[in-house]
């Protein structure tokens, strides 16, 4: 490769012994600056994988002296294959493994019953938590908001009743051998991450550094007194926070050098990304690359619709589908038959143990509270969804989906799509625009609210998927609000 300026910058940087922190906006060519970096060395490194298709690709490029590993493959090898006999057991209801752990009936709090069923589901759901974040045992804090219980001294009450059993749950995984709840990666990672290692390395180069859960984040930097760290990811799409990611690189204590100059697209499409960019208030602005002619315009056949919801996601589906497409659905549909199968529960009278639904007991509670609810606003696409198709008919939609690689098109939430690329985009229209605001300009129209920045980064990647022709589609709306400032569209060549 021919390094550009800001990739020999880097190499520099490191040569020189600095920890870093390497922003890499899309397309920017991250993967190979690091196996530039890790070239220019014979010391010994090892480079951690988001996931483990990542960590495979990588050992074929980086040279011998770097182990390519998941940090749950690191975890493994030291902890987790005490647990083997564990793995991979077999799965059972949540409330089996409630029951197990001695919850047995419901709790009053507030003016709901919570079932021993939510309670068991609520108790899991902690310990998933605590398991991904850097904390030393389990606390309130650890135990999830429940929708219905959102109020603080409602969750207060759930954390009294849920965090005896979440401990007791804790305590069974550290038995090597059997237990009542079903062990998983994430156990074994936190139980490393809890025994201090050092990992053996003279060098560590984190990926997607954006979207490290707390845990790792916590391994990772406590290598600093025997390690270089480098770390690597884009702010811009730090879009997991709802799960307990973190940006791991804002704050951190290293040389900051930036990766610009993207090669998936053109010049078009580095600006739109900027107008994103730039409302995240990210610490980077991408450049294009001149020869890609890439294209704004609307798509008549896109390769890909990215969507912002799962619900968003199954209309798309069912759309493409009654047009006689062949589709896939990145991920597969067991998110969407899962919602539509608490749906059909509700709809027939029996409760779910859905998270999003557990404590609603019937179909009609549901519809209402999507429809008056502030809480519940999020929820009333789906119940509409249900409503106009019939959980029957998105369950029968769900089965006809193909393998991508015989679709015709591709269908994809944006959460789903990073790190994807196609080579022409549609964005759904379930990328809304913020509601407007009392005020008025100066023609007497309502002003719109301001752009979330969780919100502004999710439509940076969307728009950072294509390599040809984006359009723009749902997040057209942009051109009109006053943070996208508007600019008239060019020609393309």
């Not at 870093?20 to 070239?39: I, P, R």
């Not at 011998?64 to 030291?78: D, E, R």
């Not at 021993?116 to 309130?140: E, G, M, N, W």
């Not at 001294?153 to 709840?181: I, M, N, T």
Request: hydrophobic share 40%.
């Amino acid at each position: 490769m021919n390094p550009t300026d800001e990739q020999t910058a880097a190499a520099d940087a490191f040569t020189a012994g600095d920890h870093l922190t390497l922003q890499a906006g899309a397309g920017t060519g991250k993967t190979s600056t690091l196996v530039l970096l890790a070239s220019s060395t014979p010391r010994r490194g090892r480079y951690i994988a988001f996931n483990k298709p990542i960590a495979l690709d990588a050992a074929k490029r980086f040279p011998p002296t770097v182990t390519c590993k998941t940090a749950h493959a690191l975890a493994y090898a030291a902890i987790g294959h005490r647990y083997a006999r564990r793995l991979g057991g077999p799965r059972q209801a949540g409330w089996k493994t409630g029951m197990a752990l001695g919850i047995t009936k419901s709790v009053r709090i507030g003016e709901r019953d919570v079932s021993h069923k939510a309670l068991s589901h609520a108790v899991l759901r902690t310990v998933t938590r605590f398991c991904h974040s850097a904390d030393p045992v389990i606390t309130r804090y650890h135990v999830p908001n429940v929708r219905g219980l959102e109020d603080k001294d409602l969750h207060a009450e759930l954390s009294g009743a849920v965090l005896p059993f979440a401990r007791k749950a804790w305590a069974d995984l550290q038995h090597p051998d059997e237990g009542s709840v079903r062990f998983d990666h994430d156990h074994y990672l936190k139980m490393w991450a809890l025994s201090e290692p050092k990992i053996d390395a003279d060098f560590l180069l984190l990926d997607e550094a954006q979207d490290t859960n707390p845990v790792l984040e916590q391994v990772f930097t406590a290598q600093r007194t025997h390690a270089q760290l480098v770390m690597v990811g884009d702010s811009a799409q730090a879009i997991y926070g709802w799960r307990g990611a973190r940006d791991v690189m804002t704050g951190f204590d290293g040389r900051a050098l930036s990766l610009s100059q993207s090669f998936r697209f053109g010049p078009r499409l580095a600006a739109e990304a900027n107008r994103w960019l730039s409302i995240a208030d990210a610490p980077i602005r991408l450049a294009g690359t001149i020869t890609i002619p890439t294209e704004l315009r609307p798509v008549e056949h896109p390769d890909a619709v990215l969507c912002r919801t799962n619900v968003g996601a199954m209309t798309q589906v069912m759309k493409h589908l009654a047009a006689g497409q062949r589709v896939a659905l990145t991920g597969g549909g067991d998110s969407l038959r899962a919602l539509a199968t608490a749906a059909r529960d509700l709809k027939e009278g029996r409760r779910t143990w859905h998270p999003e639904l557990l404590l609603f007991s019937s179909w009609g509670e549901l519809q209402d509270y999507a429809e008056h609810d502030p809480a519940g606003r999020d929820l009333r696409p789906f119940v509409d969804l249900i409503d106009r198709h019939g959980t029957e008919a998105v369950l029968a939609a769900v089965d006809q989906l193909a393998p991508e690689a015989q679709a015709q098109v591709t269908i994809s939430t944006a959460h789903r799509a990073k790190g994807r690329e196609w080579s022409n985009v549609r964005i759904a229209d379930d990328f809304t625009p913020p509601k407007d605001t009392s005020k008025q300009d100066a023609n007497g129209d309502p002003i719109p609210g301001p752009i979330d920045d969780a919100e502004a980064r999710l439509a940076y990647v969307a728009v950072t998927r294509t390599r040809d022709c984006l359009d723009l589609g749902g997040l057209s709306w942009i051109d009109r609000h006053p943070d996208g400032h508007p600019h008239t569209p060019q020609t393309s060549a």
